[in-house]
């Protein structure tokens, strides 16, 4: 077993399941002291006898595809019981094809839905639905007495000890929870057995403060069965169990460790009319839920089968959950009258606390506590999200305990902290909640260092500035809290979160108690390993002088979820594509929700080649594009070399005018083999050119399965817009053109769980340029000194831009409402156009750059993408010629565009355009002067345009200072 695997899994993952079945009691009266479990009814099987499933199988040790059926549709023959014992492995394996036959034997009542996923000969993984199950915890020497003293609760109030005094049916299996003790004699043991169904929606309240109700989130468990002629629960239950993990781990399967939680399911036959009743045991282990599944995919380990039992590897359906409605959940039933004083126990490094009851609130379950030596380590995750913060900050936490020394035993708890947002310093817009989520611990020592926060990539992103100004620069508040117990799974409960904060705050403002209400925070103190009479927190910063309540906004009782929250099919995965074909060696830079990842892409040489004509859909653009590639890879080219193709191929499509989508202009690349990045192949084709990254760039990606369609491509680019603009208060930004969409592909276009990519360009843009001539290196830069030599500033430059991608404009000269510029040295292409500088005319001179600068020139070089800033020159006109009547659509426009430095720098030639209209320029450097216009949409930007120019030409009038009267630039 892989130690480092199971520790994730450990601290991260939520608890979860209902299993089993287990044989209904009737109702009649049952014997508090007896260890069978009451008499089993006549009532039909509930529900799950379809459900059975196999521990005992054929010869060759394996399912037929009609026993798949069975187990699928509860289609089962009767299977004779055999009266001989357990074998030294606790099995019986003579003569039996399946578990499920047996357990629809005992289960003549209602048991809970389950699943066989797949087995093996010695245990099968089954998944068990989301239910709600009624517990009692005690503590005990003995694993036998504990368990008959929670059974005895449990009984108490299935026959009416509940304030509706409701008698109710047994139900199967009666469970017991437990694990060995580690630092203590005593035993901690759970008895638990699914609510009534027909309880669901209001089940009665127990007596008996010590008997909760918990839902039970969907779980898969390992399940073994051991069988003898009476209730197995002491000794030989926990024999079993140490083989059960002994076995687990001869098997390498992923489970908590040899100390966790394991489960003894009991199936009672004493009403079955047997003259020797016997029990059917089941030993459960826990393998994964929904919440630990969630932290694998995040961090990209399902498609490596790691966390997952060995035969559901490459098994789709264990991307799909189900999780309870969240409005089906009865959230008052579930509330604790009592908290739990055992659930922080060794190894854990338990927090040390005072705590008092709140007199003044009508609630003993709400407490003050002052913290005496708590540590913690955090992280704030770039989320919107409750969900994400809770599944993706474990792999960063446990990295820094691994780094530091810090065993994970040491932890005794998840923190989750929601922050509710600061509009008046991180904007209206994006996020509506910050999370941070620690690990806490006890051994601190008071002072500010006992609470440590993760640093964010500073280069990518910062933390937002509520979280920073949430205890006025401090890393924490004080040491006093108020805190709530609940129960319950927090990650499958955000309204029992949510209902359970509001009433407590509501309680203790009717109190006159001063608190910080703008964030709460959620403390898990088990593993998800354990299903059962699960204990938490809710925690509220105390403000007891009431002198820190200036600029707090009010919590609003809502925590937002991600959209793979309910989401019920698996994250795409990668699978061997890239072990089949060569792929960029890309890194994650960052991983956020919904398939969404920063990418770092290496410095690389890409071979591109244009559509050559007119395509309605991104399919066909990408096979005309493609053709040009698949011939040069297989040695059209001057050194007649065959290569193998690379993935994934990249595509860029250029929308055309609205009405007429179907002009597009299609740019599709392959990454060049690493055997010939040094020394590529020269294409003798025309319509292939060689690109190269010199620099390492960012993007962002994501992922999606489907073909390639116009409409699905664009509606993952808004999804993905969408989910980057809410993450603008870390310090997210991007670029992108809003007619221009940047996809790669893994698959053919026509195959219909192909794998996609789109692509969005962070801050440092994809650095491509035309393929520099052989011999020549670049040199480093010792002319160009005017900065140096004059007293100049930099022009500012937007954001997003950088040296590649921005030309450097010096700022010669400020006047009070207007500057002088000075351009240096360029080369490049201007378009001549008449028309209005909006809408299809003013997007007409555009679209001939765009091509020019993807190939469309007499060399059909590609050159790459335009750089910054582009110039349009608007022609003024006289007053007489004004009064004429020239309207603004009748004006003369040039718009122009530079070339890349490597044109100045290596002397290239510039290459001839096609398009009519259209020239090149080569200068040596110009003035000008000029006026800021900001914040100009679309529709108002020829008004404003006219309007600036002409005020900049009466303030040079003015002060009788020379400029070109004809031509005017913006």
Same mark, same amino acid.
């Given at each position: 077993m892989?130690?480092?695997?199971?520790?994730?899994i450990?601290l991260?993952?939520?608890?979860?399941?209902s299993?089993?079945?287990?044989?209904?009691?009737?109702?009649?009266?049952?014997d508090?002291?007896?260890?069978s479990?009451g008499?089993?009814?006549?009532n039909?099987?509930?529900?799950?006898?379809?459900?059975?499933?196999?521990d005992?199988?054929?010869?060759d040790?394996?399912h037929?595809?009609?026993?798949?059926?069975?187990?699928?549709?509860?289609?089962?023959d009767?299977?004779q @019981?055999?009266?001989?014992?357990?074998?030294?492995?606790?099995d019986?394996?003579?003569?039996?094809?399946s578990?499920?036959s047996e357990?629809?034997?005992f289960?003549?009542?209602e048991?809970?839905?389950?699943?066989?996923?797949?087995?093996?000969?010695?245990?099968?993984?089954?998944r068990?639905?989301?239910? $709600?199950?009624?517990?009692?915890?005690?503590s005990?020497?003995?694993l036998?007495?504990?368990?008959?003293?929670g059974w005895?609760?449990?009984?108490?109030?299935?026959?009416?000890?509940?304030?509706?005094?409701?008698?109710?049916?047994?139900?199967a299996p009666?469970?017991t929870?437990?694990?060995q003790?580690?630092e203590?004699?005593?035993?901690?043991?759970t008895?638990?057995?699914?609510?009534?169904?027909?309880?669901?929606?209001?089940?009665?309240?127990?007596?008996?403060p010590?008997v909760?109700?918990?839902?039970v989130p969907?779980?898969i468990?390992y399940?073994?069965?051991?069988r003898?002629?009476?209730?197995?629960?002491?000794?030989v239950a926990?024999?079993?169990?140490?083989?059960? #993990?002994?076995?687990?781990?001869?098997?390498?399967?992923?489970?908590?460790? &040899?100390?966790d939680?394991?489960?003894i399911a009991?199936?009672?036959s004493?009403?079955?009319?047997s003259?020797d009743?016997? &029990?059917?045991?089941e030993?459960?282990v826990?393998?994964?839920?929904?919440?630990t599944?969630k932290?694998? /995919?995040?961090?990209d380990l399902?498609g490596?089968?790691e966390?997952?039992?060995h035969?559901?590897?490459?098994? @789709?359906?264990?991307?799909?959950w189900?999780?309870?409605d969240?409005a089906?959940?009865?959230?008052?039933?579930?509330?604790?009258?009592?908290c739990?004083?055992t659930?922080c126990?060794?190894?854990?490094?338990?927090?040390?606390?005072?705590?008092?009851?709140?007199?003044?609130?009508?609630?003993?379950?709400?407490?003050?506590?002052?913290?005496?030596?708590?540590k913690?380590?955090?992280?704030v995750?770039l989320?919107?999200?409750?969900?994400?913060?809770?599944?993706?900050t474990?792999?960063?936490?446990?990295?820094?305990?691994?780094k530091?020394?810090i065993p994970l035993?040491?932890?005794?708890?998840?923190?989750?902290?929601?922050?509710?947002?600061r509009?008046?310093?991180?904007?209206k817009?994006?996020?509506?909640?910050f999370?941070?989520?620690? #690990?806490?611990?006890?051994g601190?020592?008071?002072k500010?260092?006992?609470?440590?926060?993760?640093?964010?990539?500073?280069?990518?992103?910062h933390?937002?500035?509520?979280?920073?100004a949430?205890?006025?620069?401090?890393?924490?508040?004080?040491n006093?809290?108020?805190?709530?117990?609940?129960g319950?799974?927090?990650?499958?409960?955000?309204?029992?979160?949510t209902?359970?904060?509001?009433?407590?705050?509501?309680?203790?403002?009717?109190a006159?108690?001063?608190?910080?209400? @703008?964030h709460?925070?959620?403390i898990?103190?088990?593993?998800q390993s354990?299903l059962f009479?699960?204990?938490?927190?809710?925690?509220?910063d105390?403000?007891?002088?009431?002198?820190?309540?200036?600029?707090?906004?009010? #919590?609003?009782?809502?925590?937002?979820l991600?959209?793979?929250?309910?989401?019920?099919e698996?994250?795409?995965?990668?699978g061997?594509?890239?072990?089949k074909?060569?792929?960029?060696?890309?890194s994650i830079?960052?991983?956020?929700?919904n398939?969404?990842?920063l990418?770092?892409?290496?410095?690389a040489?890409?071979?591109?080649?244009?559509?050559?004509d007119?395509s309605?859909?991104?399919?066909?653009?990408w096979?005309k594009a493609?053709?040009?590639?698949?011939?040069y890879?297989?040695?059209?080219?001057?050194?007649n070399v065959?290569?193998?193709?690379?993935?994934p191929l990249?595509g860029?499509?250029?929308?055309?005018?609205?009405?007429?989508e179907?002009?597009k202009?299609?740019?599709?690349?392959?990454?060049?083999?690493?055997?010939?990045?040094?020394?590529?192949?020269?294409?003798?084709?025309d319509n292939i050119?060689?690109r190269?990254?010199?620099k390492?760039?960012?993007?962002?990606?994501?992922?999606?399965?489907?073909?390639?369609?116009?409409?699905?491509?664009?509606?993952?680019l808004?999804d993905?817009?969408e989910q980057?603009d809410?993450?603008?208060?870390?310090?997210?930004?991007?670029s992108?053109?809003?007619?221009?969409?940047?996809?790669?592909?893994?698959?053919?276009?026509?195959?219909e769980q192909? $794998?996609?990519?789109i692509?969005?360009?962070?801050?440092?843009?994809i650095y491509?340029?035309a393929e520099?001539?052989?011999?020549?290196?670049d040199?480093?830069?010792? /002319?160009?000194?005017?900065?140096?030599?004059?007293?100049?500033? @930099?022009?500012?430059?937007?954001?997003?831009?950088?040296?590649?991608?921005?030309?450097?404009?010096h700022?010669t000269?400020?006047h009070?409402?207007?500057?002088?510029?000075?351009?240096p040295?360029?080369?490049?292409?201007?378009?001549?156009?008449?028309?209005?500088?909006?809408?299809s005319?003013?997007?007409?001179?555009?679209?001939?750059?765009?091509?020019?600068?993807n190939g469309?020139?007499?060399e059909?070089?590609?050159?790459?993408? &335009?750089?910054?800033p582009?110039?349009?020159?608007?022609?003024?006109?006289?007053e007489?010629?004004?009064?004429?009547?020239?309207?603004?659509?009748?004006?003369e426009?040039?718009?122009c565009?530079?070339l890349?430095d490597?044109?100045?720098?290596?002397?290239?030639?510039?290459?001839?355009?096609?398009?009519e209209?259209?020239?090149?320029f080569?200068?040596?450097g110009?003035?000008?002067?000029?006026?800021?216009?900001?914040?100009?949409?679309?529709?108002?930007?020829?008004?404003?345009?006219?309007?600036?120019v002409?005020?900049?030409?009466?303030?040079?009038?003015?002060?009788?200072l020379?400029?070109?009267?004809?031509?005017?630039?913006?």
């Open positions: 892989n130690p480092r695997l199971v520790w994730a450990f991260l993952v939520l608890v979860a399941v299993h089993a079945v287990h044989p209904g009691h009737d109702s009649g009266e049952h508090d002291h007896s260890h479990h008499d089993t009814g006549n039909e099987h509930h529900d799950h006898g379809d459900h059975s499933h196999s005992h199988h054929d010869d040790g394996g037929s595809s009609k026993e798949h059926d069975e187990h699928k549709h509860g289609d089962h009767s299977h @019981d055999h009266e001989h014992g357990p074998d030294e492995h606790g019986s394996h003579e003569g039996h094809d578990h499920e357990l629809k034997e289960c003549r009542g048991c809970p839905e389950f699943e066989v996923l797949c087995h093996t000969h010695d245990y099968d993984v089954r068990y639905k989301s239910a $709600l199950w009624i517990s009692t915890t005690v005990d020497p003995s036998y007495q504990g368990h008959v003293r005895n609760r449990l009984h108490k109030y299935i026959r009416g000890g509940n304030k509706e005094g409701v008698k109710m049916p047994y139900t009666l469970v929870q437990t694990r003790p580690q203590s004699p005593f035993h901690e043991v008895v638990s057995m699914p609510l009534p169904k027909d309880m669901a929606k209001n089940p009665p309240t127990p007596n008996d010590h909760v109700i918990d839902l969907e779980s468990m399940v073994k069965k051991f003898g002629r009476a209730a197995r629960v002491g000794f926990e024999r079993e169990a140490k083989k059960f #993990f002994t076995l687990l781990d001869h098997h390498h399967e992923p489970f908590h460790g &040899m100390n939680y394991f489960y009991q199936y009672d004493s009403r079955s009319g003259s009743p016997k &029990m059917y045991n030993i459960w826990f393998a994964i839920n929904e919440r599944f932290w694998l /995919e995040f961090n399902v490596h089968g966390g997952l039992p035969c559901l590897h490459h098994d @789709d359906r264990i991307g799909s189900h999780k309870m969240q089906d959940i009865p959230v008052e039933a579930l509330a604790r009258r009592q739990s004083e659930y126990e060794a190894p854990k490094k338990c927090p040390k606390y005072s705590a008092k009851v709140v007199k003044e609130v009508d609630d003993e379950t709400i407490t003050i506590r002052e913290e005496k030596d708590l913690a380590v955090g992280v995750p989320t919107c999200n409750y969900d994400t913060a809770m599944h993706s474990p792999g960063p936490l446990m990295q820094y305990l691994n530091t020394g035993s040491d932890v005794a708890a998840t923190m989750t902290a929601i922050v509710e947002k509009d008046d310093i991180d904007g817009e994006g996020c509506g909640k999370y941070k989520v620690y #690990f806490g611990m006890g601190g020592s008071g500010p260092e006992d609470d440590y926060t993760l640093d964010l990539n500073e280069d990518l992103f933390a937002p500035k509520t979280i920073k949430l205890h006025g620069g401090e890393a924490t508040g004080g006093n809290y108020y805190i709530k117990c609940f319950g799974n927090a990650y499958y409960e955000p309204t029992t979160v209902a359970t904060s509001k009433m407590t705050m509501e309680k203790l403002r009717d006159k108690k001063c608190m910080l209400e @703008d709460l925070t959620v898990e103190y088990h593993s354990r009479d699960r204990f938490n927190e809710i925690n509220i105390a403000d007891l002088d009431c002198s820190d309540q200036e600029g707090r906004p009010e #919590f609003t009782f809502h925590l937002p991600s959209k793979s929250y309910n989401r019920d698996a994250k795409p995965v990668f061997d594509r890239c072990t074909y060569e792929c960029p060696e890309m830079a960052m991983r956020f929700e398939n969404l990842r990418m770092k892409h290496p410095a040489k890409w071979v591109c080649s244009n559509s050559t007119v309605c859909s991104y399919e066909q653009a096979e493609l053709q040009p590639i698949l011939s890879i297989n040695g059209k080219n001057e050194d065959r290569m193998d193709m690379t993935r990249y860029q499509g250029h929308t055309g005018e609205k009405g007429n179907c002009v202009t299609f740019t599709l690349c392959m990454y060049m083999p690493k055997e010939y990045t040094e020394n590529p192949p020269k294409p003798i084709d050119g060689l190269s990254g010199d390492e760039s960012y993007w962002f990606q994501s992922v999606f399965v489907g073909q390639p369609t116009s409409e699905r491509m664009h509606k993952s808004t993905m817009t980057l809410a993450l603008k208060p870390f310090g997210v930004d991007y992108i053109d809003g007619q221009e969409l940047w996809f790669g592909g893994y698959d053919d276009p026509d195959d192909g $794998l996609y990519e692509i969005v360009v962070d801050q440092q843009h491509w340029k520099e001539a052989e011999g020549e290196e040199e480093e830069e010792t /002319e160009e000194t005017d900065k140096h030599e004059h007293d100049w500033v @930099d022009l500012p430059k937007p954001t997003g831009c950088n040296d590649e991608t921005c030309l450097e404009i700022v000269k400020e009070d409402d207007f500057m002088e510029i000075h351009f040295k360029t080369k490049g292409v201007c378009q001549w156009s008449k028309g209005c500088l909006k809408g005319s003013g997007r007409s001179s555009f679209l001939p750059l765009f091509k020019y600068f469309d020139n007499a059909n070089e590609v050159i790459g993408d &335009m750089t910054s582009i110039v349009v020159q608007v022609k003024t006109y006289s007489e010629e004004e009064t004429e009547g020239v309207t603004s659509c009748d004006r426009y040039q718009t565009a530079r890349p490597a044109w100045i720098d290596q002397g290239k030639d510039i290459p001839k355009p096609n398009g209209g259209m020239s090149t080569d200068n040596d110009a003035d000008a002067y000029a006026i800021s216009v900001k914040g100009v949409v679309d529709t108002g930007l020829e008004g404003t345009l006219a309007e600036r002409t005020e900049l030409g009466q303030k040079l009038a003015e002060k009788e020379e400029f070109d009267k004809v031509w005017k630039t913006n």
